[in-house]
């Protein structure tokens, strides 16, 4: 198995590629070892020393690290992918994955608002997340309310210094021009 790499402008955040599918549905972000009890691969790449986040996408995992070399710990990472897909584990628990989705945010917007809401997370699906998930992260739609488009970042965009620009700069002057009464973008 070869499993390749690839920087994500998060300097903190690498992106591994095992060259097969990672997870089916809705991408998974892990910020702890207690979230990442529903995946066996996100609770081993957790055990390493230096990890603090794993995302999950379709045929990608995104880590990050603290303030450890990624040369340090980035044989550890390969090893425990390595490993988890050889073994033939799943990589979520199904009974505790639906919990935890069941559990995730609530999308909040005014029912007025519900034909627009509609246009900014086709625009969400069709533009932005699949060019945010060749960084290894995934932005998620959260609410609207009085003009303002409230995101989610999770994986490499969760933390990273450019995150605000692509915010403001790219989602932002987007969702503007496709959809009239979209003032703002706020992360949350």
């Keep these: 198995m070869f499993i390749q790499t690839e920087a994500t402008p998060n300097p903190a955040t690498l992106k591994f590629l095992p060259g097969r599918d990672v997870l089916t549905g809705e991408p998974r972000d892990f910020r702890s070892i207690d979230a990442a009890a529903i995946?066996?691969?996100?609770?081993?790449?957790?055990?390493?020393?230096?990890?603090?986040?794993?995302?999950?996408?379709?045929?990608?995992?995104?880590?990050?690290?603290?303030?450890?070399?990624?040369?340090?710990?980035?044989?550890?990472?390969?090893?425990?992918?390595?490993?988890h897909f050889l073994s033939g584990k799943p990589v979520l628990l199904e009974e505790q994955a639906d919990a935890a989705a069941d559990e995730a945010g609530e999308e909040f917007f005014d029912e007025d608002d519900k034909e627009m809401v509609e246009v900014i997370k086709e625009l969400l699906a069709t533009r932005v997340r699949p060019a945010v998930a060749m960084d290894g992260g995934d932005i998620i739609f959260r609410g609207f309310k009085e003009g303002t488009v409230f995101l989610h970042m999770q994986g490499a965009c969760s933390g990273c210094p450019s995150s605000t620009a692509?915010?403001?700069?790219?989602?932002?002057?987007?969702?503007?021009?496709?959809?009239?009464?979209?003032?703002?973008v706020q992360q949350i």
């Design 39 to 83: 995946s066996p691969l996100a609770t081993g790449l957790f055990a390493i020393s230096g990890v603090t986040g794993v995302f999950l996408g379709a045929d990608f995992i995104s880590v990050t690290k603290d303030d450890t070399d990624w040369a340090h710990i980035k044989p550890a990472i390969l090893g425990v992918i390595m490993d």
């Design 166 to 184: 692509t915010l403001k700069n790219g989602i932002e002057n987007l969702l503007r021009h496709f959809v009239p009464g979209v003032e703002a």
